[in-house]
């Protein structure tokens, strides 16, 4: 369908004549890649629940409040789902802001293709945002627009400017399977160069013209970038895809493609956000991060109580748990922090959900357990099972006593069970596995024997355990595929002998300084537990220094635990880490020259960060070990010990039970002479919780 040619009322006036009108936005729901499988398969990438809500759904709240008027949603795969969903949404409403369009593109191959769809059919008449169909983010691309504005003013060059956000090395948004290197003009915000850098096999070099340097007297080598894709183009995007018939990817083709060429002599521009939060759920791993960002509320005001979806009444309540009213809870399951329970579920007695989200009209059985698992609609799970680090799509049903390792993907209306043990990182669905050019050679006998391995079958319909495969592009390295799967431990990628001979026969080509390890910080390592410790060391590293500035620059309790949290999820830490490191500081913030009144001061103001990461009963053991262990280094800290412990307790972060098993276990008697001295101190302490308890017993027999 051509544009309207007329002009929308949120057009601007500028100048004399000059006319700005509000932008177009492209939005692609199509990666072109064999991510999610076999949930894509079946389902487009875009319609897929995060926190509850399809992934389109965030991708629009950012255009709505944008200067955007026509909406174009570039569609190849899943056309009718796709055009389904949206129909019944208001997003379609044609009194909304959003006057959206669904454009089919069926044979599209690549974004290059797509993009050269909409040259042909001229819809593209004025700038526009490009971005896809799953970007989670809260930004207001006000600004970036503005510059993009003013900057072809001066530049009639200029086609395109890159929304990239600054984040650490190891934050964990970032993908692990590649990282991007872009050469900048600090003064202009010019790219002059672009070069997307894989984990493995690791990169020794990149080569840059001298000619990309000249006139520059600054420039900047940026690897701390993350890209989500979002970019705000010019008309004359879609028609250089044209031109170039090779062109199918948009960074490392189109983009590597401009700043390279001596003929085009066009000019790219970079718009960086720190504040902002903004991520493209590209893998399993990034889909994990950003729902449990989504959960603590890093994206605020995109958190679920504010209801996206029209039907949903999630409330917030304490450690980040949104529960939907139509919720049934048995009195005896445990709802840890950072879930989510959509509307019409039912979780049955002695069941845990900790780190998950779980969708609308779920069933869930009795004496369960859920950790950092993502069911969505009309889920089912039966007793006595077990799910870990998971993505269950909708009305998937797991029988009675079954154990779902970490990573597994199953596709919608997927049984299994009962008494099944499903192996980590399984792939499952109902449709067998396509074939693919790779497996062309193969006879019938050998593919029948790789279907017949491959199948599960029972008192159900068979279900497909698929293998991740990497696509025709032989640039693909299927290790890096691996590194953003869901929950892999890189531990069980060094592990397979296949790969890890052709790691050992890489790395012989390699000095040890260049082998495949260093291209992923280290985490490509032949020595799992010295990797671990030194994992481990760095992170209490970050911790201690997170901690010692929420200390002296007196932010709240909540501020300082959601620090915590965000560095934790990053890097994967253990909560056992982080105890180790904020006991041992709280007791040195005390002001030795003053005992008495600062540590009643300091452990009544920062004793609940201590509860913050203090969840079950062993924690609490652990929290008093760590603090005898400290107080026991040095005779002043020892003074401390018994106040601590008691203020410890009179605010809630350990309770009787747990100081009666640290008195009586091995640890707290087997330490340094100081330590033993220090557990004889706490004898009184004990005492009289024994006495209270005996006479509160007392009580209750009388009664």
């Known amino acids: 369908m051509p544009p309207k040619s007329k002009r929308p009322p949120q057009q601007q006036q500028h100048g004399d004549d000059e006319v700005e009108e509000p932008f177009q936005a492209v939005i692609l729901t199509d990666s072109y890649d064999d991510r999610f499988l076999p949930i894509s398969h079946e389902l487009p990438k875009c319609l897929m629940h995060l926190c509850n809500i399809p992934l389109i759904e965030y991708t629009l709240e950012v255009l709505a409040i944008t200067d955007v008027r026509d909406v174009f949603i570039v569609c190849t795969s899943h056309i009718d789902k796709i055009k389904a969903y949206l129909e019944q949404t208001n997003w379609m409403n044609p009194k909304g802001k959003l006057n959206i369009k669904i454009v089919q593109t069926p044979d599209a191959m690549s974004v290059g293709d797509a993009l050269r769809e909409l040259d042909a059919r001229q819809l593209i008449t004025n700038d526009f945002i490009l971005t896809t169909g799953d970007l989670v983010s809260n930004i207001k691309l006000d600004k970036a627009i503005e510059a993009h504005r003013a900057r072809k003013k001066t530049d009639k060059n200029a086609i395109m400017t890159m929304v990239l956000k600054e984040a650490a090395r190891s934050h964990a948004s970032r993908p692990q399977e590649a990282s991007s290197v872009f050469v900048l003009d600090p003064q202009s915000s010019k790219c002059l160069f672009y070069e997307p850098v894989a984990a493995l096999p690791k990169k020794s070099r990149i080569e840059i013209s001298p000619e990309v340097l000249e006139n520059h007297h600054q420039i900047e080598f940026r690897n701390d970038l993350v890209d989500p894709r979002v970019d705000i183009c010019s008309v004359e995007v879609p028609a250089l895809f044209t031109e ?375 924690d609490q053991v652990h929290v008093i070990s760590l603090l005898q262990k400290h107080c026991a280094s040095n005779e002043a800290l020892g003074k401390l010990f018994m106040g601590a412990l008691q203020i410890l307790y009179n605010i809630d972060v350990i309770e009787e039970e747990a100081v009666m098993e640290w008195y009586t276990s091995d640890i707290s008697k087997s330490g340094s002479p100081t330590e033993i001295k220090l557990r004889e101190k706490a004898t009184k302490f004990v005492e009289w919780l024994t006495e209270a308890e005996e006479e509160s017993e007392e009580e209750s027999d009388d009664e």
């Not at 079958?457 to 497909?464: I, L, S």
């Not at 691996?482 to 790969?499: F, G, R, W």
């Not at 620090?563 to 500081?585: F, H, Q």
Request: hydrophobic letters at 35%; glycine letters at 6%.
């Open 244 to 618: 170039n018939f090779d062109w199918q990817r948009l960074r490392r083709d189109f983009v590597h493609g401009i700043l390279t060429s001596d003929i085009l002599g066009k000019t790219i521009y970079t718009h960086l956000v720190s504040e902002a939060y903004i991520a493209h759920i590209q893998n399993e791993r990034i889909y994990n991060t950003v729902s449990m960002h989504v959960l603590n509320r890093w994206v605020f005001p995109i958190v679920p109580e504010t209801n996206l979806k029209s039907g949903d009444d999630y409330e917030f309540m304490s450690g980040n748990i949104y529960k939907s009213r139509d919720v049934i809870l048995s009195r005896s399951c445990i709802v840890d922090e950072n879930v989510q329970i959509g509307a019409g579920t039912v979780i049955g007695e002695n069941s845990r959900v900790a780190q998950s989200t779980i969708g609308r009209n779920c069933r869930i059985g009795a004496n369960v357990t859920l950790v950092g698992v993502y069911l969505w609609d009309g889920v089912v799970i039966g007793d006595n099972c077990t799910v870990i680090n998971s993505i269950l799509a909708n009305n998937v049903s797991i029988l009675e006593n079954t154990t779902i390792g970490k990573g597994c993907l199953l596709s919608s209306n997927v049984v299994i069970g009962p008494n099944d043990n499903i192996p980590k990182y399984s792939r499952l669905s109902l449709l067998p596995q396509p074939k693919t050019s790779m497996f062309d050679s193969e006879d019938e006998d050998q593919d029948e024997k790789d279907d017949g391995e491959r199948v599960l079958t029972g008192d159900h319909e068979p279900v497909y355990f698929w293998s991740e495969i990497a696509n025709d592009d032989d640039d693909i390295d299927i290790r890096n595929l691996k590194l953003d799967t869901l929950a892999y431990d890189i531990n069980d990628l060094v592990l397979e002998d296949h790969e890890l001979s052709e790691s050992a026969s890489e790395v012989g080509e390699l000095s040890d300084e260049e082998s495949d390890a260093d291209s992923i910080d280290g985490a490509w390592n032949l020595n799992p537990s010295a990797n671990a410790a030194k994992k481990s060391a760095e992170f209490k590293k970050e911790i201690a220094l997170t901690i010692e500035r929420s200390l002296a620059e007196n932010h709240t309790v909540d501020t300082a635990a959601l620090e915590i949290t965000g560095l934790r999820m990053s890097s994967n830490g253990e909560y056992s880490d982080v105890r180790e490191v904020v006991v041992p500081l709280v007791v040195d913030h005390v002001d030795l020259n003053n005992p008495v009144t600062s540590l009643k001061k300091v452990f009544t103001q920062w004793g609940p960060l201590i509860g913050k990461v203090t969840h079950k009963h062993d």
